[in-house]
């Protein structure tokens, strides 16, 4: 759900429904890393409501689609971050299994 | 820091920042009194006025961004994740412990219990129990569904403590799987039916879940078999069935797929000046977890260096007392994760933090399709 005004895309609050700390807190991050963001925040407006709604300013280009790109820059991210730490597991079990053919 | 004035400050060249700035950047300070500088520079403008650039870029990201395994065993590993920032790092470990979905029993139908454990007590006890099963291969149940083979495993618990014989103690290997679902009657139903159909039960499964690929060669049991449920005195009884579901850590910890999921920064000890001689072994004395070590220099001379600084605990005994703040300075690296997973069970400790990372992806498209 988008609160903003209609005449005026660059700043919106986006309140997002049964979402918390763990998906505002990482779009914070990445929205703030954006160089068109001028501001960008996020709070609960209740603890026993699970919602969460987050503030977007920017300089000029259109709220959404700026969250919609750090959206896309977090899930690259965790893209990038599971295939990395596959990796690292994968080489731990070929060293560990080397490591065990040694000893015997 | 001394107070100079910005015109005596050394130029630096653009696109760099200057040492104390990088420091405050990448550092956390533990000074004797409290950290400083705990907070990470996120603002893409942050650093505009020296030339530099904060912003985010991904294939950086990925240039950097490094994982290295320590330590994998069936249930925990730890893992240094470098490169990431503390958000990233903190939403894996708060969706590893609340929202990565396990299978836990959630209803429990007694039959009979004489035991002293009332019956509620005895449900969560029995709720808290890990059972060993991968949580992907079922589906969640809503408040409408029946339950089948795909939402619900049914276990059968039935013991009795011999009248005169002695006391007896009701492990978790007591808990047999039913593959065929409940085998308790529907009471209000057994007038109706004709008596030649099958009678209906609390489950309406329609295979057996032996049947299933997935389990035919390996049944579904607690994780341990050696969970005290009750005492039993003599002549007591217990007959019971419990059904697990799949469900959230958020909901209830018992659905947790992790005893703890935690991470701390890399501590990082520096010697700010030479320690030497009597110097030297009163600092290596004073560290608890040994972090420091003595070398020899020569002509009798030895000097304390740092060798273990991962172990480092942060006590901050080091830097108590007299002028010690000016020869040893405490750190933590901002974005070095030592991050640690204890699997309760249920998956190994690897697979949990990759379905974690999936879940925050899922997340992020959420929210992508609902703002198209
Ligand atoms: S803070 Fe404690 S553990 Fe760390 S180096 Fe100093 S004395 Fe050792």
Redesign the interface.
Known sequence: M?HGSSKDLTAST?S?AD?????A??????L????R?TFCGYSIPHPSDARVNIRVQTTGDPA?EV??DA????????????S??????A???TS?TVEDMKIK | MPRVSALDLPDVPKGHLPPHLELQRTRVLCASDAPTHTETI????AYASVGV????R?DQ??RD?????IR?TEDDME?D?VG??P??A???R??LI??VPTMAIEKVLIANNTSVVQDEVLAHRLGLIPIKVDPRLFEYMSENDTPNEKNTIVFKLHVKCKIKGPRLTVKSDELKWLSNGSELPLEMESHTSDPASKQKTYTAFTCSQVSLPEFSNNPIAPKHQDIIIAKLGPGQEIELEAHAVKGMGKTHAKWSPVSTAWYRMLPEVVLLQEVEDEMAEELVKKCPVNVFDIEDVGKGKKRATVARSRACTLCRECIRGEDWEKRVALRRVKDHFIFTIESTGALPP?VL??EA??I??D???R??T???
Do not use: W
């Not at chain 1, 979402?19 to 998906?23: G, K, P």
């Not at chain 1, 703030?32 to 160089?35: A, G, K, L, M, S």
């Not at chain 2, 650039?53 to 985010?56: A, F, Q």
């Not at chain 2, 961004?65 to 395994?69: H, L, W």
């Open positions: 988008e986006f997002l979402e918390d700390h763990t998906l807190n990482s779009v914070r991050f990445t703030n890393q954006d160089p963001v959404k969250l919609k959206l896309q820059d977090l899930m690259i991210m965790c893209q990038h971050v599971r990395t730490f596959d990796n690292a597991v080489e731990f079990r560990k | 996120q603002y893409s403008g650039d904060n912003s985010l991904l990201f990925c961004f490094r994982v290295e395994v994998l893992f994740m990431i920032d958000s990233l903190n939403a894996f708060r969706i609340a929202e690897e933090f990759t990372v999936k925050l992806e997340k992020c498209e929210v992508i609902e703002l198209s």
